[in-house]
């Protein structure tokens, strides 16, 4: 049965977020090795980057690489998954997701995301 992650956290002016997704109070260990896919996008502008890595306590192995832009939502607030679409994406067992997201701008910013594990 498919499990999904909702995640919608204000990341301060000019700030990085390590993980949004431990900020939201998810704990996101995989216990047994899932498929996820991933579904993000930004209320306002589309400067907000954002980068999931897997971590199984030694080695770190990035999903997508830092500096990837995050779209701008066509309605605030919501995922849609034929437009906010990222990717799918193999975690193994015994690591951690975490979601890195970058805010340049001189604003708070409304990252909105959506991790469903398969």
């Known amino acids: 049965m498919a499990r999904s ?5 204000s990341i301060p002016l000019t700030a990085t977020v390590a993980d949004v997704i431990s900020a939201q109070g998810i704990n996101a260990f995989f216990g ?7 579904y993000w996008n ?7 980057t954002a980068s999931p890595i897997v971590d199984d ?10 500096g990837s832009t995050v779209t701008t939502a066509s309605t605030a607030g919501k995922i ?4 906010d679409f990222i990717g799918q994406f193999p975690v193994p067992q015994g690591c951690k ?15 909105n995301a959506l991790i469903v594990v398969n």
Do not use: H, W, Y
Not at 32 to 38: L, S, V, Y
Not at 42 to 48: E, K, S, W
Not at 57 to 66: E, K
């Open 32 to 38: 047994q090795a899932a498929g996820i896919t991933i």
């Open 42 to 48: 930004c209320d306002t502008v589309a400067n907000m």
């Open 57 to 66: 306590g030694t080695t770190a192995t990035v999903l997508i690489p830092p």
């Open 97 to 111: 997701l975490l979601l890195g997201v970058v805010n340049p701008t001189a604003g708070a910013l409304l990252f």
């Open 80 to 83: 849609k998954a034929n437009e």
């Open 5 to 9: 992650f909702n995640i919608r956290q």
